[in-house]
């Protein structure tokens, strides 16, 4: 059973417009939500994180919006770049174990 | 800080033949450290978790003895494909975290061809 769901798999996006990911949980005892950007050939890089007694969080340009009632969360980006051309995941944790979902791939069209 | 470093970044080796994967904390020191396996275009799948100085624990699924998880320090762990076949090439990423915390930092990964 998978235990995070991420949504889309994949995402077209113009240069200054804002990127979407949709990720959702079942297990409600997760208590951290980060996102990772992956570049091929590269380890994920932590990109934001949050918990779940906050509804947003907001780094740069990057904003986690966290609903807890519906177990969702989202990853927006603001004004996209072509450099944010990536593949991005969503994990949830409790205790250390994180469960991934399946990724999203991102193509920022300059 | 929080760095996390893997060696080799690619690694080819015949069929039968055994490699050692080693993944370091640079700045800091790792209470815990995950090996995770990832094919292409696919999500990470987590192989087993392992705390310094005990055994790892695998994954339901992971042959314990094929993937020989040894973390020997609070910066050092290492993973050995043992008797590698084809079908254990993959890209193996390592993650580590601090103590009193849960973020999880992630190495470039090492990319595994079994000829």
């Known amino acids: 059973q998978q235990q995070v769901k991420q949504s889309p798999q994949s995402l077209i996006v113009q240069k200054g417009g804002i990127s979407i990911i949709n990720c959702a949980y079942e297990?409600?005892?997760?208590?951290?939500f980060p996102w990772y950007q992956q570049f091929p050939g590269k380890g994920p890089a932590l990109l934001i994180a949050?918990?779940?007694?906050?509804s947003e969080k907001k780094e740069g340009r990057f904003t986690i919006s966290f609903n807890k009632s519906a177990k969702q969360f989202s990853l927006h980006i603001m004004d996209s770049q072509p450099g944010d051309s990536a593949t991005y995941f969503c994990a949830a944790a409790h205790f250390n174990k994180f469960y991934f979902g399946s990724g999203t791939k991102l193509n920022v069209k300059p | 800080g929080a760095v996390v470093s893997q060696h080799p970044s690619r690694v080819i080796c015949k069929s039968g033949t055994s490699v050692k994967i080693e993944c370091r904390s640079l700045?800091?020191?790792?209470?815990?450290m995950f090996w995770y396996r990832q094919f292409p275009k696919q999500s990470l799948m987590l192989m087993a978790t392992?705390?310094?100085?005990?055994?790892?624990?695998?994954e339901q699924g992971v042959e314990k003895d094929k993937f020989l998880i040894n973390h020997a320090s609070l910066t050092l762990s290492t993973l050995t494909v043992t008797s590698a076949h084809p079908e254990d090439s993959s890209f193996y990423i390592c993650s580590a975290t601090r103590l009193r915390g849960n973020e999880q930092f992630f190495g470039p990964g090492t990319r595994l061809t079994v000829l």
């Open positions: 297990n409600t005892a997760f208590d951290y």
């Open positions: 392992s705390n310094e100085g005990s055994k790892a624990t695998y």
């Open positions: 700045d800091f020191q790792a209470t815990t």
């Open positions: 949050i918990r779940p007694d906050v």
